[in-house]
């Protein structure tokens, strides 16, 4: 079950800078949770939405399917620094 979370999170580090990944899988094996990413500042929610669902299109139907809500925030909207010390 962890293997499509496994999946979620890579799909979504691909699309979203800085994303820090607050998803969990239910004991059902669902997916979902929070997501974190400066890319999402300035976007509404449904905005957010669609570039959600544009990250995680081609995975197989069987596994979109165990892909529950998953909200996405600004750092500021969660309070965390995501800044990355060089």
Known sequence: MEE????VVSRLRTEFDGLV???ETTRTG????A???PDFDGLDDK???DRIK???KGLPPED???VGPIVALTPAEAEIDVSVDE
């Open 47 to 49: 905005t957010r939405q």
């Open 30 to 33: 669902r997916v979902m949770g």
């Open 21 to 23: 990944d607050g998803l």
């Open 4 to 7: 499509l979370q496994g999946k």
């Open 64 to 66: 979109e399917l165990r």
């Open 35 to 37: 997501v974190v990413s």
């Open 54 to 56: 544009q990250a995680l």
